[in-house]
């Protein structure tokens, strides 16, 4: 098994695409979920490493690429990604409630979690441009759109000049369990960028990662103090079952 630790990034990758980002702990947090991405929080968390190109519709990827935050509290989990963009005008945004079920035909980012590395289920959240927030349960291709309620999770979003941003807070509530240092919970975030024509543009986090396919997404690390990563940890953590 092959692992390296990217520099600065503490991500873990080996020849199967197996990805970890260590999570930092946050308490007597401040954050306004306003999509602006200027609290001292995200700051000092570093980003979790460039996204890579499923489907790419030209060449200017260093241009359009997404960059991603996450730390976790005692109460939630908080995500901030900058999706940078050649064409803002253009961003399809058209959806304005959580009810509508054809949100990827916006531009959006969608999260994947699972808190126990079953591989056959998942929780799903989204959120467009316009900061509306979307979520479900997957279970064995069960879609349960009536988790919704239940998550908890909330969010906004900004549009810039170059890029939109987006701040997401996934509290436990809606889970069976809260995460503990040394953890390690299924985890992935996929980019869904419609440009000129309506040609999709894909990308994600995990190298190679279907939108569906919990063993092709990445994975975060608990860890008990910023920058600690126990690579004997999760080499052991890697072959469990």
Known sequence: LL????????????????QVYGVQPEEKVKITLDGKLNEPEWQRTPSMGEFHFIK???????????VARV??????????????ETDIAGIPRKITTNRNKTFWLDDCLEIYLETGR?????????INPNGIVWAMRVKNDDYDDTWQERSGAIGAAVVGKDRWTAEIKIPYIGFTRKPKPGNLW??????????????????SWSPGASYSN???FGHLYFEKEAGQVNINSLLELSREK
């Open 71 to 84: 730390f976790y509290t005692s109460e939630a989990i908080y995500l901030a990604v900058e999706c940078y």
């Open 214 to 216: 919990p063993w092709r």
């Open 3 to 18: 692992v390296f630790v990217c520099d600065n990034l503490r991500a873990l990758t080996d020849v199967y695409n197996y």
């Open 118 to 126: 079953t591989y056959k289920k998942f929780y799903k959240f989204a």
């Open 186 to 203: 299924t985890f992935n975030i996929r980019r869904i960028r419609w440009g000129k024509k309506r040609q999709l543009e894909d990308s």
């Open 56 to 66: 790419n519709i030209d060449q200017q990827t260093e241009e359009r690429q997404t």
